[in-house]
């Protein structure tokens, strides 16, 4: 029995060795040149390349949330977005959301009601978060169940995310 | 036995002390650290079950852009095999031979400059297998069977005697399907060499036992080998042992001479850190018309690896639940083609506790009784194996104030007899009575002179809450603000800590803890024994207690002095003592020691003609002794019911016949819990500190999970007067 | 993933010509479902012409139809408002059809184009393929098939089509329009997807290059009731085990005007025909409703992993049907 590569076959005459893309991504208010791999994935491009390491890589399939981020004001998965797409487009990660070093309220929520334990998925679940609120889905307790559910937490820290959250959509 | 006396700071429900660093994004776990000249590397896994390589081409693989190293088992050094552990012993070492005895065994690695790189190049890698036929299933005749593979098969009374006296006995097959730990948290190691000195980021739950393993594996000093863990991305049982990506990984940067980065893929994850063996067991019970217990058999057998280890006693909690005079239990594992099985959060008591809680519901069902009755009628007053009083137990209380509650007596017993429109309503409710588990532990504290302290032990806080509890426990034994009280973990530079798994590691290291920070107390009561200017002088430990920064004379606060006060007197920068704690022992208190336990209460609403099942309501009453923070353990028994929700209802890992290749390893295929599927849910705390440790905490990181299955499936039962006995409980099995 | 070269696409006949000239490259829109499966090595274009920067983008309305750029979002198409006037059964399959990030992410086009979820497509390591691999067969079929179709197999494919929306698309006589080297064209939904037969490869009509520029959705009478119906483990958040897809308008407790499409049980997004025909004219009812889910699901041939499905799908039908009869009267 043979097993053949497992990479998908070459199929042109000469398919390229390497190819790299030179790209300027504006990530939170501030333009990064990179030039870079052009099957650089937006999360690998924000972590490895732009040291911002707070959006998460859970599954790399875009089927767990760990990595969203905001493009022009609208969560994404950006382990499914090359980061070539993204060139010109308002990147917003964690990182910007307490600049100056005071807690976004949807931090302290997160921090007051226990909504994580491992934290890893955290990040991605405050994005979502910000984002859901500013979607206007916070206004039940089924749309915040509903439209969080592309943030998996294996922890298991449901029910405060949702208490942090409808604390925040309340004004506290 | 100095035993912790109550204070304000432990218990209290203190905001994490880490969630400023998770919330912001800037904890940092393993795959979030970069080094200098660090390049990054992928594995190449079995595409068979059984057989061997007959060739194996890297030509296209090392022709291939940045690549800088690729090692198979032709270019592979000896390795030897890690040692024997706490758990049993080490994975085998990778690529010895050509030999393959699972699906996705790792039998290359490859090292390239970036990440593409190399993940492009391990698919370039072409394999020839000789394919042997592969041993898959558990019930498989031709699979070598171990028995009694931890010696922990019980018999106690004459079980046919037993049987022959009841007046109904139920006798069932139970099964378990393999599930996935699946931390969200993809495993990472990252490893760096300077001749022989090794530094590893691992996203693992046992620092010391990673550098141990390593040292031994690779001969080098185990003081040259400094492994990383301050923040891991959950685990559940996954980072427990020192599996092969990890040494391929240490080894790659050998090779490379530069430090190397692995990042496990969601599907690696599937076939490389373990996982929760599926079970068969045959439960028979026996009871009278009264609902008195007379004879429980328990067989469990559980699929196991070819040349590994697992720890999977899932008949034992048979043994240790309920008062029955003749109890017998027996274990068996059967050697298959598979991955190796590892610890998931509650081995073999979330696989056991569904056989048996479920099968006393028969029973319950069987005679007319209550299910919560049966309970509480064949309460285990006394340790069942040993004989001994309990060093504490509160079950009882678990039952009846989760029954209160939760609204227990407006349950009617027919089953299908409670509606909401469509909806079946269906209660049911499950018992736990979790062993007692703990290892020996280090801890050093110290207290600088700006009075401030630092407590530190080679842990690991994989969501548990270690940070916090450890900070609030430091803080209150030495009278210090939490806020100037710093705990650090997850580093094996630091000093021995076990394993954060078995529910063991908050009693373990608490009590190290404890003892360590005591012990400090004593140093500085030490360094003023003969010092007339101090109001301490020739105080003993006992005569003094801590508060504000300050030792003082019990009853007597004005005679006292501070932390910095002496310190500045007697020239001392800091002061620091060590401190271990080792495992009470049974015989020697005269008490039998004591896990956490609990009583699990489950509304279940089902639509019929569409299979549909939801959760609605989850009361958790929780024996957990001492609770050293009530937030944090809350969230360790929500989440510990959501494990217990999900693998009542969702996981499945799925093995295709021949190739044992996993069928569902991704996210989008193997199901667990959304935040739609899971309810807001009660926890209540029970009881008080247990007696066996000065601490008297019982750990509550994996009693929240068990007895949810047997508590849905009770509930399905009582909403349809269906009984599924097998895992999970979905749509399929449930259409009527 | 292997090396591809990445280019932008400013103008689209440019971009459409790139495409149809070089049987290596591949459009990206979304990219949802091409960087996925270029992930596990089962695409490998060697050049990607980035197309999201296309005036693509956008809906129009006017009395009787909806036109949606093929740009537009799974998120933007269910906020438009004559969707949720008109069309809630559409604005319902696409809430349901994928996280809030994928949403904002995936586009029309793209979601119309997704690929199987089949997990032996999509893992090379697995030679059995017809879908990837031309006559290398099927592990499928003898596989796990929780996921898999039972309308619409063939010997060589199970592989279902995984979409949420295309199940009202198809239900609405949805137009694809897209362009090629040659031209334009227009296609009806129901006609653009091919079952696998013995060529699973081929799973629709476009020819390489053609790219999708457009959808047009006509409109249902102010009077008919819709509804989409997802039936799957978990509460959010997966693809459906099945789901059904109806549009009714009733008048006087009789049947006018029927659309009925399923989800979750067919190769191609499943126009389910002789349910409709059933029902067309019928008094509205249990009896009728029933009789159209045996019909939809006459033909289903099921495995011993699907065997449930049928079932499933017929009660899935009844209680859509159900649910848009009692809004409906």
């Given at each position: 029995?043979?097993?053949?590569?497992?990479?998908?076959?070459?199929?042109?005459?000469?398919?390229p060795?390497?190819?790299q893309v030179?790209?300027?991504?504006?990530?939170?208010?501030?333009?990064?040149?990179?030039?870079?791999?052009?099957?650089?994935?937006l999360?690998d491009?924000?972590?490895?390349?732009?040291?911002?390491?707070?959006?998460?890589?859970?599954?790399?399939?875009?089927?767990?949330?760990?990595?969203?981020?905001?493009?022009?004001?609208?969560?994404?998965?950006?382990?499914?977005?090359?980061?070539?797409?993204?060139?010109?487009?308002?990147?917003?990660?964690?990182?910007?959301?307490?600049?100056?070093?005071?807690?976004?309220?949807?931090?302290?929520?997160?921090?007051?009601?226990?909504?994580?334990?491992c934290?890893?998925?955290?990040?991605?679940?405050?994005?979502?978060?910000?984002?859901?609120?500013?979607?206007?889905?916070?206004?039940?307790?089924?749309?915040?169940?509903?439209?969080?559910?592309?943030?998996?937490?294996?922890?298991?820290?449901?029910?405060?995310?949702?208490?942090?959250?409808?604390?925040?959509?309340?004004?506290? | 036995?100095?035993?912790?006396?109550?204070?304000?700071?432990?218990?209290?429900?203190?905001?994490?002390?880490?969630?400023?660093?998770?919330?912001?994004?800037?904890?940092?776990?393993?795959?979030?650290?970069?080094?200098?000249?660090?390049?990054?590397?992928?594995?190449?896994?079995?595409?068979?079950?059984?057989?061997?390589?007959?060739?194996?081409?890297?030509?296209?693989?090392?022709?291939?852009?940045?690549?800088?190293?690729?090692?198979?088992?032709?270019?592979?050094?000896?390795?030897?095999?890690?040692?024997?552990?706490?758990?049993?012993?080490?994975?085998?070492a990778?690529?010895?031979?050509?030999?393959?005895?699972?699906?996705?065994?790792?039998?290359?690695?490859?090292?390239?400059?970036?990440?593409?790189?190399?993940?492009?190049?391990?698919?370039?890698?072409?394999?020839?297998?000789?394919?042997?036929?592969?041993?898959?299933?558990?019930?498989?005749?031709?699979?070598?069977?171990v028995?009694?593979?931890?010696?922990?098969?019980?018999?106690?009374?004459?079980?046919?005697?037993?049987?022959?006296?009841?007046?109904?006995?139920?006798?069932?097959?139970?099964?378990?399907?393999?599930?996935?730990?699946?931390?969200?948290?993809?495993?990472?190691?990252?490893?760096?060499?300077?001749?022989?000195?090794?530094?590893?980021?691992?996203?693992?739950?046992?620092?010391?036992?990673?550098?141990?393993?390593?040292?031994?594996?690779?001969?080098?000093?185990?003081?040259?080998?400094?492994v990383?863990?301050?923040?891991?991305?959950?685990?559940?049982?996954?980072?427990?042992?020192?599996?092969?990506?990890?040494?391929?990984?240490?080894?790659?940067?050998?090779?490379?001479?530069?430090?190397?980065?692995?990042?496990?893929?969601?599907?690696?994850?599937?076939?490389?850190?373990?996982?929760?063996?599926?079970?068969?067991?045959?439960?028979?019970?026996?009871?009278?018309?009264?609902?008195?217990?007379?004879?429980?058999?328990?067989?469990?057998?559980?699929?196991?690896?070819?040349?590994?280890?697992?720890?999977e006693?899932?008949?034992?909690?048979?043994?240790?639940?309920?008062?029955?005079?003749?109890?017998?239990?027996?274990?068996?594992?059967a050697?298959?083609?598979?991955?190796?099985?590892?610890?998931?959060?509650?081995?073999?008591?979330?696989?056991?506790?569904?056989?048996?809680?479920?099968?006393?519901?028969?029973?319950?069902?069987?005679?007319?009784?209550?299910?919560?009755?049966?309970?509480?009628?064949?309460?285990?007053?006394?340790?069942?194996?040993?004989?001994?009083?309990?060093s504490?137990?509160?079950?009882?209380?678990?039952?009846?104030e989760?029954?209160?509650?939760?609204?227990?007596?407006?349950?009617?017993?027919?089953?299908g007899?409670?509606?909401?429109?469509?909806?079946?309503?269906?209660?049911?409710?499950?018992?736990?009575?979790?062993?007692?588990?703990?290892?020996?532990?280090?801890?050093?504290?110290?207290?600088?002179?700006?009075?401030?302290?630092?407590?530190?032990?080679?842990?690991?806080?994989?969501?548990?809450?270690?940070?916090?509890?450890?900070?609030?426990?430091?803080?209150?034994l030495?009278?210090?603000?939490?806020?100037?009280?710093?705990?650090?973990?997850?580093?094996?530079?630091?000093?021995?800590?076990?394993?954060?798994?078995?529910?063991?590691?908050?009693?373990?290291?608490?009590?190290?803890?404890?003892?360590?920070?005591?012990?400090?107390?004593?140093?500085?009561?030490d360094?003023?024994?003969?010092?007339?200017?101090?109001?301490?002088?020739?105080?003993?430990?006992?005569?003094?207690?801590?508060?504000?920064?300050?030792?003082?004379?019990?009853?007597?606060?004005?005679?006292?002095?501070?932390?910095?006060?002496?310190?500045?007197?007697?020239?001392?920068?800091?002061?620091?003592?060590?401190?271990?704690?080792?495992?009470?022992?049974?015989?020697?208190?005269?008490?039998?020691?004591?896990?956490?336990?609990?009583?699990?209460?489950?509304?279940?609403?089902?639509?019929?003609?569409?299979?549909?099942?939801?959760?609605?309501?989850?009361?958790?009453?929780?024996?957990?002794?001492?609770?050293?923070?009530?937030?944090?353990?809350?969230?360790?028994?929500?989440?510990?019911?959501?494990?217990?929700?999900?693998?009542?209802?969702?996981?499945?890992?799925?093995?295709?016949?021949?190739?044992?290749?996993?069928?569902?390893?991704?996210?989008?295929?193997y199901?667990?819990?959304?935040?739609?599927?899971?309810?807001?849910?009660?926890?209540?705390?029970?009881?008080?500190?247990?007696?066996?440790?000065?601490?008297?905490?019982?750990?509550?990181?994996?009693?929240?999970?068990v007895g949810?299955?047997?508590?849905?499936?009770?509930?399905?039962?009582h909403?349809?007067?269906?009984?599924?006995?097998?895992?999970?409980?979905?749509?399929?099995?449930?259409?009527? | 993933?292997?090396?591809?070269?990445?280019?932008?696409?400013?103008?689209?006949?440019?971009?459409?010509?790139?495409?149809?000239?070089?049987?290596?490259?591949?459009?990206?829109?979304?990219?949802?479902?091409?960087?996925d499966?270029?992930?596990?090595?089962?695409?490998?274009?060697?050049?990607?012409?980035?197309?999201?920067?296309?005036?693509?983008?956008?809906?129009?309305?006017?009395?009787?139809?909806?036109?949606?750029?093929?740009?537009?979002?799974?998120?933007?198409?269910?906020?438009?408002?004559?969707v949720?006037?008109?069309?809630?059964?559409?604005?319902?399959?696409l809430?349901?059809?994928?996280?809030?990030?994928?949403?904002?992410?995936?586009?029309?086009?793209?979601?119309?184009?997704?690929?199987?979820?089949?997990?032996?497509?999509?893992?090379?390591?697995?030679?059995?393929?017809?879908?990837?691999?031309?006559?290398?067969?099927?592990?499928?079929?003898?596989g796990?098939?929780?996921?898999?179709?039972?309308?619409?197999?063939?010997?060589?494919?199970?592989?279902?089509?995984?979409?949420?929306?295309?199940?009202?698309?198809?239900?609405?006589?949805?137009?694809?329009?897209?362009?090629?080297?040659?031209?334009?064209?227009?296609?009806?939904?129901?006609?653009?997807?091919?079952?696998?037969g013995?060529?699973?490869?081929?799973?629709?009509?476009?020819?390489?290059?053609?790219?999708?520029?457009?959808?047009?959705?006509?409109?249902?009478?102010?009077?008919?009731?819709?509804?989409?119906?997802?039936?799957?483990?978990?509460?959010?958040?997966?693809?459906?085990?099945?789901?059904?897809?109806?549009?009714?308008?009733?008048?006087?407790?009789?049947?006018?005007?029927?659309?009925?499409?399923?989800?979750?049980?067919?190769?191609?997004?499943?126009?389910?025909?002789?349910?409709?025909?059933?029902?067309?004219?019928?008094?509205?009812?249990?009896?009728?409703?029933?009789?159209a889910?045996?019909?939809?699901?006459?033909?289903?041939?099921?495995?011993?992993?699907?065997?449930?499905?049928v079932?499933?799908?017929?009660?899935?039908?009844?209680?859509?049907?159900?649910?848009?009869?009692?809004?409906?009267?």
């Amino acid at each position: 029995m043979k097993h053949m590569e497992t990479e998908a076959p070459p199929t042109g005459q000469s398919p390229p060795d390497v190819s790299q893309v030179d790209i300027t991504l504006t990530v939170n208010g501030t333009a990064h040149r990179l030039e870079i791999d052009s099957r650089v994935t937006l999360l690998d491009a924000l972590r490895d390349h732009l040291g911002l390491t707070g959006a998460k890589k859970g599954c790399d399939q875009g089927a767990c949330g760990a990595c969203t981020v905001l493009v022009d004001g609208k969560r994404v998965v950006s382990c499914l977005a090359l980061a070539a797409q993204y060139e010109d487009r308002e990147i917003t990660t964690v990182e910007s959301l307490c600049p100056s070093g005071e807690l976004h309220p949807m931090q302290e929520a997160f921090a007051r009601h226990d909504a994580f334990q491992c934290g890893y998925c955290t990040p991605g679940q405050i994005m979502s978060a910000v984002s859901l609120i500013a979607e206007g889905r916070a206004n039940s307790e089924e749309e915040i169940r509903e439209f969080m559910s592309g943030n998996i937490c294996r922890c298991g820290a449901y029910p405060n995310i949702r208490a942090a959250i409808r604390d925040v959509a309340a004004g506290g | 036995m100095t035993t912790l006396e109550t204070g304000t700071v432990v218990g209290a429900g203190l905001d994490r002390v880490d969630a400023p660093l998770k919330v912001t994004g800037s904890a940092q776990y393993p795959n979030d650290f970069s080094l200098t000249g660090m390049v990054h590397a992928a594995l190449v896994g079995s595409t068979i079950a059984a057989g061997r390589i007959r060739s194996i081409d890297v030509t296209r693989a090392w022709a291939a852009p940045g690549v800088l190293a690729v090692v198979t088992h032709l270019n592979a050094p000896k390795l030897e095999r890690g040692p024997m552990t706490l758990l049993g012993g080490s994975p085998p070492a990778p690529l010895q031979d050509d030999r393959i005895l699972h699906y996705g065994q790792h039998i290359g690695i490859v090292v390239a400059e970036s990440a593409e790189q190399a993940r492009h190049a391990a698919r370039l890698v072409r394999v020839e297998y000789e394919p042997a036929e592969a041993l898959l299933d558990v019930n498989d005749p031709r699979a070598e069977i171990v028995e009694n593979p931890w010696g922990l098969d019980t018999e106690r009374g004459d079980v046919t005697a037993g049987f022959a006296r009841a007046d109904v006995v139920v006798d069932e097959a139970y099964t378990t399907p393999d599930n996935t730990n699946n931390p969200l948290g993809l495993m990472a190691t990252v490893a760096s060499w300077h001749g022989d000195s090794l530094t590893v980021h691992d996203s693992t739950q046992w620092p010391h036992n990673v550098r141990t393993s390593l040292a031994g594996i690779f001969k080098v000093p185990e003081s040259g080998v400094r492994v990383l863990a301050p923040f891991v991305g959950g685990g559940f049982g996954a980072g427990l042992r020192v599996w092969s990506h990890v040494i391929l990984t240490v080894l790659a940067a050998r090779e490379v001479g530069r430090p190397v980065k692995l990042v496990l893929t969601r599907p690696e994850m599937f076939t490389s850190v373990g996982h929760r063996p599926n079970s068969v067991q045959q439960i028979k019970i026996g009871a009278t018309r009264d609902g008195d217990l007379v004879a429980i058999e328990h067989h469990g057998i559980s699929s196991v690896a070819m040349e590994d280890d697992d720890y999977e006693p899932v008949s034992y909690c048979s043994a240790l639940g309920y008062a029955c005079p003749n109890v017998l239990t027996r274990d068996r594992q059967a050697r298959l083609n598979i991955p190796c099985p590892g610890s998931m959060r509650a081995p073999a008591e979330g696989q056991g506790n569904f056989a048996l809680e479920s099968a006393l519901d028969e029973v319950a069902h069987a005679i007319g009784m209550d299910p919560l009755e049966i309970r509480l009628r064949n309460y285990a007053e006394e340790h069942p194996i040993l004989g001994l009083p309990w060093s504490s137990k509160a079950l009882r209380e678990c039952f009846t104030e989760g029954a209160e509650r939760f609204g227990w007596s407006r349950r009617t017993p027919e089953p299908g007899s409670m509606r909401d429109g469509r909806w079946l309503v269906g209660y049911g409710l499950a018992g736990v009575s979790y062993p007692f588990y703990q290892v020996p532990c280090q801890a050093r504290a110290s207290v600088r002179h700006d009075g401030s302290a630092y407590v530190r032990s080679a842990a690991t806080d994989i969501g548990t809450g270690t940070y916090t509890v450890m900070t609030q426990l430091a803080a209150e034994l030495l009278g210090v603000d939490v806020a100037r009280v710093r705990f650090d973990l997850g580093d094996s530079d630091m000093p021995y800590a076990p394993q954060a798994g078995g529910s063991g590691l908050t009693g373990a290291l608490g009590n190290a803890v404890h003892a360590a920070c005591r012990r400090l107390v004593r140093e500085f009561l030490d360094v003023v024994r003969d010092d007339t200017e101090s109001p301490l002088h020739g105080a003993a430990l006992d005569d003094v207690t801590v508060t504000d920064g300050r030792i003082h004379r019990i009853g007597d606060p004005a005679q006292g002095e501070t932390y910095t006060e002496i310190l500045t007197r007697h020239g001392l920068e800091e002061l620091s003592a060590d401190g271990r704690s080792t495992p009470p022992q049974s015989e020697e208190l005269g008490m039998a020691l004591s896990g956490a336990f609990g009583a699990k209460f489950v509304e279940v609403r089902l639509d019929p003609e569409l299979g549909l099942l939801r959760v609605a309501r989850v009361v958790s009453a929780i024996d957990g002794g001492r609770i050293l923070n009530e937030k944090t353990a809350t969230s360790q028994i929500i989440g510990g019911t959501v494990g217990g929700i999900s693998q009542a209802m969702f996981e499945e890992t799925a093995t295709d016949q021949v190739t044992g290749r996993i069928a569902n390893a991704t996210f989008g295929d193997y199901l667990m819990p959304v935040n739609a599927d899971v309810p807001d849910m009660e926890v209540l705390f029970v009881g008080g500190p247990d007696r066996a440790t000065a601490v008297g905490t019982k750990g509550v990181g994996e009693v929240g999970l068990v007895g949810l299955a047997a508590a849905i499936g009770n509930a399905v039962f009582h909403a349809t007067g269906r009984r599924i006995r097998s895992l999970p409980i979905t749509i399929d099995r449930l259409m009527l | 993933m292997r090396p591809f070269d990445y280019v932008r696409a400013t103008d689209t006949e440019q971009a459409v010509a790139v495409v149809s000239a070089d049987p290596h490259a591949s459009f990206l829109a979304g990219g949802t479902t091409q960087l996925d499966l270029m992930k596990d090595g089962v695409l490998g274009p060697e050049r990607l012409i980035d197309i999201t920067r296309l005036p693509l983008a956008g809906i129009t309305h006017t009395d009787t139809t909806v036109r949606v750029g093929a740009l537009t979002t799974m998120e933007e198409l269910a906020a438009d408002p004559v969707v949720r006037e008109r069309l809630p059964f559409v604005r319902e399959a696409l809430l349901l059809g994928a996280s809030t990030q994928l949403r904002n992410m995936a586009t029309i086009g793209g979601n119309l184009l997704q690929r199987a979820r089949c997990r032996y497509f999509r893992d090379p390591t697995v030679a059995a393929c017809n879908k990837r691999n031309p006559g290398s067969g099927c592990a499928a079929i003898t596989g796990i098939q929780r996921m898999h179709a039972i309308l619409g197999t063939s010997d060589h494919c199970i592989a279902l089509h995984a979409s949420d929306v295309a199940v009202p698309l198809v239900a609405l006589d949805a137009v694809v329009h897209v362009r090629g080297a040659n031209g334009t064209r227009s296609i009806p939904l129901t006609q653009f997807y091919l079952p696998p037969g013995d060529t699973p490869h081929i799973e629709n009509v476009l020819q390489h290059g053609e790219l999708i520029t457009a959808l047009e959705i006509p409109l249902l009478p102010e009077t008919a009731r819709s509804h989409y119906l997802k039936v799957r483990d978990r509460v959010s958040y997966e693809f459906a085990l099945t789901s059904a897809g109806v549009a009714l308008v009733i008048e006087d407790g009789h049947i006018q005007e029927v659309r009925v499409a399923l989800g979750g049980v067919g190769t191609v997004p499943w126009r389910a025909w002789d349910a409709e025909d059933v029902l067309r004219g019928a008094r509205a009812g249990a009896d009728s409703f029933r009789a159209a889910a045996e019909a939809a699901l006459e033909g289903a041939r099921p495995l011993p992993g699907t065997a449930f499905k049928v079932e499933l799908a017929k009660r899935t039908l009844v209680r859509t049907l159900e649910t848009v009869a009692g809004a409906a009267s």
